[in-house]
């Protein structure tokens, strides 16, 4: 199985949506039982909260369920057992190559390197803003989750080809 973590500041924006997006690209590729997602945050803010009810509302205007998602933390274990841990930002990054041992450094990346149509380097935090910044983060999401479903498709077929 191919793991996808999805990681922002506090789990509660750009993460959970981006695991929503992700979690119904892989189905509607009918790949659930080898691709498995999640999302956390670099910090402790919003532990055990719902997402933002902005992210959720935009979220669901677009057919994405993320009511369901549970703020939670980066926790050591991750670093292993995630096949690519994707920031959203460059401190999220940074903060997590603080965290993760040397030996898993190589999986951690900014999620907007796998964007198409954006050059954006990072995807923009929607907390202190309106409505259009948390759909702007689901265009970035969208596009950029498109991308990493190439990689873990082809992975996945590598896998049950072998």
């Known amino acids: 199985m191919t793991k996808v973590l999805f990681v922002c500041t506090g789990n509660i924006c750009r993460s959970p949506s981006a695991e929503g997006v992700f979690r119904h690209y892989v189905k509607e590729a ?3 039982d080898v691709i498995g997602v999640d999302s956390a945050g670099t910090h402790a803010y919003h532990v055990g ?3 933002d009810v902005r992210s959720q509302a935009a979220a669901r205007k677009r057919g994405y369920d993320i009511s369901h998602i549970v703020a939670r933390q980066v926790k050591a274990d ?3 057992e995630f096949d690519l841990i994707l ?3 460059w401190e999220n ?3 997590l ?3 993760c041992p040397k030996v898993y450094q ?6 907007m390197r796998f964007s198409n149509e954006y050059e954006e380097a990072t995807v923009p935090d929607p907390y202190y803003g309106g409505p259009e910044g948390f759909n702007k983060v689901l265009d970035y999401l969208e596009d950029a989750c498109e991308g990493v479903m190439e990689l873990v498709r082809k992975r996945a077929h590598q896998h049950q080809a072998a």
């Not at 190589?106 to 999620?111: A, G, N």
């Open 30 to 32: 009918g790949l659930e």
């Open 78 to 80: 991750d670093f292993r």
């Open 87 to 89: 920031a959203m930002d």
């Open 93 to 95: 990054l940074a903060a």
């Open 49 to 51: 909260e719902a997402p």
């Open 106 to 111: 190589h999986k951690l990346m900014l999620l």
């Open 97 to 99: 190559q603080q965290m």
